[in-house]
């Protein structure tokens, strides 16, 4: 049995906490997806951050990877405990973070069969990525759908970011509605404003989407569906 635990659902330019989740593999083995300004503090508290032993960064916005540098050096600094990084993260991004010792505190992962990053398109000149594993695929922010790609035809469950209206950077709700009904009664809405959350709502329930995922929400995932 997979475990998923959704940390935060809201975009950068809201109220509430980034969007961010842990797919837990067994209790001790973590894989945290997105580590934004509101999420080291969060794990801390909840006592999971010694158990986060991988991290994907989908883009390098602060709401994703804002308090990576604090959460890879508290692991090693604090737990001795040296940190997988994967995703739209570099050993220049991870030079910028911790000095040029980055490699005592991190260990970046290139070659991972179970991991399947998928490019995505969200800021100019910035490269982004989703992922997936497990069974989940995370979009991490993307203005195009990833709905109709072989990950999401595999996936138990996706979460996919999400706006209202049309929108440069983000992907519509409209874009989303797209997908087949099979493929929108497994995904999640998230990476949405807090004050859209209602609207929203109403909305996925009406497309047949799984739902509009919310901060704290838990689930888990049979071995068998992956
Ligand atoms: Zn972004």
């Given at each position: 049995?997979?475990?998923?635990?959704?940390?935060?659902?809201?975009?950068?330019?809201?109220?509430?906490?980034?969007?961010?989740?842990?797919?837990?593999?067994?209790?001790?083995?973590?894989?945290?997806?997105?580590?934004?300004s509101?999420?080291?503090?969060?794990?801390?508290?909840?006592?999971?951050?010694?158990?986060?032993?991988?991290?994907?960064?989908?883009?390098?916005?602060?709401?994703?990877?804002?308090?990576?540098?604090?959460?890879?050096?508290?692991?090693?600094l604090?737990?001795?405990?040296?940190?997988?990084?994967?995703?739209?993260?570099?050993?220049?991004?991870?030079?910028?973070?911790?000095?040029?010792?980055?490699?005592?505190?991190?260990?970046?992962?290139?070659?991972?069969?179970?991991?399947?990053?998928?490019?995505t398109?969200?800021?100019?000149r910035?490269p982004?990525?989703?992922?997936?594993?497990?069974?989940?695929?995370?979009?991490?922010?993307?203005?195009?759908?990833?709905?109709?790609?072989?990950?999401?035809?595999?996936?138990?469950?996706?979460?996919?970011?999400?706006?209202?209206?049309?929108?440069?950077?983000?992907?519509?709700?409209?874009?989303?509605?797209?997908?087949?009904?099979?493929?929108?009664?497994?995904?999640?809405?998230?990476?949405?404003?807090?004050?859209?959350?209602?609207?929203l709502?109403?909305?996925?329930?009406?497309?047949?989407?799984a739902?509009?995922a919310?901060?704290?929400?838990?689930?888990?995932i049979?071995?068998?569906?992956?």
């Amino acid at each position: 049995m997979i475990a998923l635990d959704v940390l935060g659902v809201n975009g950068a330019l809201s109220e509430g906490k980034n969007t961010s989740l842990v797919v837990w593999e067994n209790p001790q083995n973590g894989l945290l997806l997105d580590c934004g300004s509101t999420v080291f503090q969060d794990v801390l508290q909840k006592r999971m951050v010694e158990h986060i032993n991988t991290v994907f960064i989908s883009h390098r916005h602060q709401d994703h990877i804002g308090s990576l540098e604090t959460l890879l050096e508290y692991r090693w600094l604090v737990l001795q405990k040296k940190t997988a990084v994967l995703g739209a993260i570099t050993s220049d991004i991870l030079t910028d973070l911790l000095g040029d010792e980055w490699s005592l505190y991190a260990e970046l992962l290139t070659d991972m069969p179970q991991y399947t990053l998928i490019p995505t398109t969200h800021s100019p000149r910035m490269p982004s990525t989703g992922l997936f594993t497990h069974g989940v695929l995370y979009s991490g922010d993307t203005n195009a759908s990833l709905l109709n790609t072989p990950s999401a035809q595999k996936a138990h469950v996706i979460f996919h970011d999400t706006a209202l209206q049309t929108n440069p950077s983000h992907c519509s709700l409209a874009a989303l509605a797209e997908a087949p009904l099979e493929i929108r009664q497994k995904t999640y809405l998230i990476h949405y404003r807090a004050t859209d959350y209602e609207t929203l709502r109403c909305k996925a329930n009406e497309l047949d989407f799984a739902g509009v995922a919310t901060t704290d929400m838990h689930l888990t995932i049979p071995r068998s569906a992956y």
